[in-house]
C-alpha cells in the first residue's frame, strides 16, 4: 500500500461545492429591503458537508434553519442533482438530522438523528417515505460512515476506556447523582476550549448490521480519534474490502499536551487484535486517510516539517550512498559525533539559539530540488504546505545585494564535530 501526502489547499474544492449550494438552497419571498441586522445573520441559513452518490446522480446535504422563537435551530437533510436540479427535502421534523452517508448502490442514505431523544442511526430511501431507525444504543452517536459493501456502520462514541461501551451510561448517571462536582486531575489537558475533561474519550466503534452489536476497535488506546475538539469523520475510512478501518490519533498518553503527533492506525473492524501504526515515523500531524479507488495509494494531509523530521534529515548526510553535498542551514547549529553509527550522528540541535523540539513544527525554506527529496534527502518531500517564491539564482542575487558591500564571509563555527 503506498502512502500519499496532499496538500490542504486541494480540500478547496469543498468549500467551493458549498458556496455554489448557498446558491441553491431555499430562501424565503424577497420582502422590502432593509439594512442588514443581527437578526438577519442569525436567520441565514447554513449549508453543512455536502455527501455525493456513489452513482454521481444526488447530493445530499443537512440544511440548517433556525427557529428564533423556540431559541434552537433546525437540521434537516435535503437533496439536489450535480447540475443544479431536482432540489428537494428528504427528511422533516421530529429531531435534528446530520451525518448522511450513502448506501453502495445509492438507493438510501445513513444518517444521524435525535427524532427519538439522543443520536442514533436512521435511514430513508432516496425514493421517499418514512425513516427507519436502526439502533437504539445507550449513548449518542456521531461521525458516521458506511462500509462499502453495505455490510456494516462506522461511528463514534464519547466512552470511558474499559471492555463494554454501554458502562459509560451507567457511570455517568451515578456520577450525576452524586452531591460533588469535584474532580481531580493528575494529567493534562484538564479542558478542550469549552470542555471540561471528564475520562471520556472519542472512540471509533463498528457495528455489523447483522448483529447490531457495536465494536471499539480503540479500546486498547489511550487516545482520541476524532481528534478534539474539531475533528470528525474525516479522520477515519473503511479499507476497500471492508475487513478494516484507517484513522488518524495521538496515542502519546501522558505526552499529549506537549505533542502534535497524530499518525495513520490500520486495524480490523470486528476490534480484535491491537491497532497497527502504518507511519511509524511521522512525529507531525497526520490526518484524513482516502484511499484510491484501487485500494493501491493511501492519501493523507500532514503538517510542515516538524523538529524530528529536520533532525532526520541532517541525520541523512551520512546514508549509504552519501549524498553529493551536506547541509548548511541558515539560522540552524549543530554538533555530530563522528564515532556514532549512521542515523544517530547528530548530537544537538538549535534554531537561532533555542533547542529543536522533536514535536513542534518549522517552515524551511529550501531550492525546489531539494524540496522534493533531491540528492538523497528525501525527508523534505514529506513537508507540506508548500510555497514557491522566485528562482534560485534571482534568490541568491536578491540576497547578497541586500547585505553591506563588500560582503563579508565569517567562518561562525555552526556546525561543530566533537568526536
Known sequence: MELLRIERNSLICLAIICVIFLSAVPVQ????????????????QRVGAPSPSPDGSWIVFPLRSTDLAGNRGLISLWMIHPNGTGQRQLTFPPGNDADPCWVPDSSAVYYLSTRSGSS????ISVAGGDPVQVTNLSLDLANLKCSPDAKALAFTMEVFPGPRYDDTAARMETIAQQNS????YDSLPVRHWDTWEDGRQNHIFVMSLSTGIPFDVMKQMDADSPSLPFGGSEEYTFTLDSAGIVFSAADTGREEMWSTEHSLYLTSVDGTGLPVNITPANRAWITQPAFSPDGRTLAFLAMTLSGAQIRQALEQQWQDPVPPHNLIVSGLAYTWDAAKPAGSKVTAVTIHGLP???????????VAYLALGGDGYTTFSQ?????????DINALVSYIGSLPQPVTAPVDGRIQRIN
Open 356 to 366: 529543536l523540539y522533536p514535536n513542534s513544527s518549522y517552515t524551511v525554506s529550501t
Open 181 to 184: 462536582s469535584g474532580q481531580i
Open 383 to 391: 513537508g507540506t504546505n508548500m510555497t514557491y517564491g522566485q528562482g
Open 120 to 123: 442514533q442511526v436512521w435511514k
Open 29 to 44: 419571498a424577497a420582502e422590502t429591503s432593509h439594512p442588514f441586522t443581527a437578526n438577519d445573520l442569525v436567520m441565514l
